[in-house]
């Protein structure tokens, strides 16, 4: 029997994806449904349940499963969900019962038994923003919430902007995208990092969620899970962020020779999941340690502002949020329907020169002077400007890949620009 | 109620220590008692009875006991405890139903009413010795055990000089010795860390075993406890050591001072415990997160040849001793009796280099030549002889005080020498 944590929900890996003739002839069918065009989220979404990583979700949310999820953390069926995951639409030719293929960018990606279609007015979608978006900590934007996540958070946006409908229904999925081209041997599925896991022997194993190049605070808190368990997941978002991040190849590049250089192989996976970002912050840390489960992994690492964007919440909030939810096995009205994967807590963390290594405010009584601290916003300057970047703070390897990245992109934009203008000129 | 880990054996702190009139009048009989001078290291086992350490035990083990325990790390009651704790005499006139004076260079320890009495052969102290501190590791000294081990092995040798008999029975301790004048504010009983770390409101705690003095690899063991935890105990044995082996008061200094310097004062206690070194290695081992559980804390630090001597133990025994033996709730006849503290196994620690900070065989795929490894052999003659360690071996504070301690004993031993010179030419 495998020693890995069991996956979340009770059910083991559900797992939506059909294969071979069974999902030839489900595509051949698609193609006389109704064909409803999805968001990259949608997709990633369902590329998910496709492989078991949302079990024990079959399919997109009920009103009843949404209102639980945005109020207690709990789907109607007393199984804790800490973000919704819904299907949105403006179409009101859709019915209840209707069977339909969900679509993106001309890729068929599932079909769906639309079994409810629930109204989602703007102050539902508020409601779900406040619920979901807002953080709970004292040191998150509270009063001044609306003013600014309208026009600053990407969640947000996302929300208010979905239509006027959810559908809800279980799904067939038929596509895993271009992720196995994309990402060989880094996008994996549950099922495959469960059995690399096994045949290391792990057990108790801990997850290192990244959606930013990996420099040494990361390698510091994937090293800690090291010390203290069988080995550590790098699990990368490798779905969609917001415009300037880093894109996914050049992130996974950065972890693949940081491993090749300064880890010990047999302890470490460099792995990629399908998803985009919510910024969800909290809620999407416990999102983080809810899918983590299905892939095998009992820990997860919840650093510093874990999934934040701005300032929207309180640095430590994804951690504090463990606390208050019901995540752990008593809590939930059913034994398997409660979370077990736990977070492993840590400090801001970073260079000290007095400390003579990496270190964390836990560990370090030094100040300010003595530390390495550089925010993303100067890293980035300093990055695309060809600036030098201060001692110990990324590996050598990682900051070349990354000027060579900003490099490229300089010149593209570059380009760009110059046949702009000589198309101005032309004119 | 308390947040943190049951005391052992599911009894509460068993504290036999008396106190007040009730000391004082126990102190008057026994002064009619029968004397029976113990060793040092009865001494500490009754002072660890005395305020709860030792919980559940009140008393010295019954032959049940102590084959139990030999055999299979049980005791006749079912509770698991993993190295005797006997007394021994040569002395014909004690008799079952007496009630002795324990003493130890002057000072009575305890009363105790001998309940059995039984006779250890050569063939059984042979035996416990087998069982108890011949390893049981791939790596651990086997086929020349014997040869060796009445040469090398002080455990052994405290074992085969014990006396005849072994007398069991339930003890009232009367004296803590002198620990809390020499150790002020270090010596702490359960209740006390127990009553320090609930007013910091820790409930998950590691505990770090110390013997030597604290360098850069416990330090570094130390801070990934506390990364991961509430906070860390350096819990320093400050009862008898091996001729050779740095004194309680040098080592405790050190480590206040690596605590000045390079630690936050609030996620770490200096503590020390009255016991004497066994030198079982593994059984030590197993014995460290025993006797911790009952200070409340529930992760115990094992390194690198924990509690070891010599070569007798493979370097990580005293870690896969924990996966040997019946230390999990489950394997206890009943729940309660099993050991909880379990163990936070860290491999070979070293500062590296190319690491850039300190590392481990698990987390750095450098080599030897990138590593600063210096043996304890190497380390001790370089400070006694003034020559320089290599740069990130240890904090220069604590080298310091460590240099000063050769200095004088230096000093020391040229006096004698001079003494003993000059008595010469006198005569």
């Known amino acids: 029997m495998s020693k890995l944590v069991p996956p979340h929900g009770g059910k083991g890996l559900v797992c939506c994806l059909l294969e071979g003739a069974e999902r030839d002839a489900e595509l051949k069918k698609a193609a006389g449904l109704k064909q409803l065009e999805i968001s990259a989220r949608a997709k990633g979404d369902l590329i998910m349940m496709g492989i078991g990583g949302f079990s024990p979700l079959d399919g997109f949310m009920t009103k009843a499963d949404w209102k639980g999820v945005c109020e207690k953390f709990l789907m109607a069926d007393g199984t804790f969900w800490p973000v919704p995951v819904t299907l949105d639409t403006d179409d009101d030719s859709i019915k209840e019962g209707d069977e339909i293929a969900l679509v993106n960018k001309g890729e068929v990606y599932a079909t769906m038994k639309v079994t409810e279609k629930y109204e989602m007015t703007d102050a539902d979608k508020k409601w779900e923003c406040e619920m979901v978006y807002k953080g709970e900590g004292e040191d998150s934007v509270d009063d001044k919430f609306w003013e600014v996540a309208l026009e600053d958070h990407p969640g947000v946006q996302m929300v208010m902007a979905q239509g006027k409908f959810n559908l809800a229904g279980p799904v067939k999925v038929l596509s895993e995208g271009d992720y196995a081209e994309r990402f060989p041997g880094v996008y994996l599925t549950p099922t495959q990092i469960r059995d690399e896991m096994e045949k290391r022997g792990w057990a108790n194993v801990a997850a290192l969620q990244l959606r930013n190049p990996m420099h040494r605070s990361h390698e510091f808190l994937a090293k800690i899970a090291i010390e203290v368990c069988d080995g550590c997941v790098i699990h990368s978002l490798i779905g969609n962020l917001k415009p300037g991040d880093i894109p996914g190849d050049v992130r996974i590049k950065c972890i693949q020779t940081l491993i090749d250089n300064y880890f010990v192989a047999d302890n470490v996976i460099n792995a990629g999941y399908p998803l985009d970002m919510r910024y969800a912050g909290p809620r999407e840390g416990l999102l983080h340690a809810t899918f983590r489960q299905n892939y095998g992994i009992n820990n997860m690492l919840i650093g510093r502002d874990h999934a934040g964007v701005g300032d929207f919440y309180g640095l430590f909030e994804a951690q504090d949020i463990f606390d208050r939810i019901p995540y752990v096995k008593d809590a939930c009205p059913e034994q398997g329907k409660a ?25 370090c009584p030094h100040t300010k002077e003595d530390r390495v601290i550089l925010s993303g916003t100067k890293l980035r300057k300093g990055l695309s400007e060809g600036a030098e970047i201060p001692d110990h703070f990324g590996r050598d390897e990682v900051l070349v890949i990354l000027r060579d990245y900003y490099e490229n992109l300089t010149e593209k934009v570059e380009v760009k620009m110059q046949k702009a203008a000589s198309g101005a000129t032309m004119k």
């Open 339 to 363: 979370l077990i994967c736990k977070p492993m807590k840590i400090d801001w963390t970073f260079y000290c020169y007095k400390c003579d290594g990496m270190a964390s405010m836990r560990t």
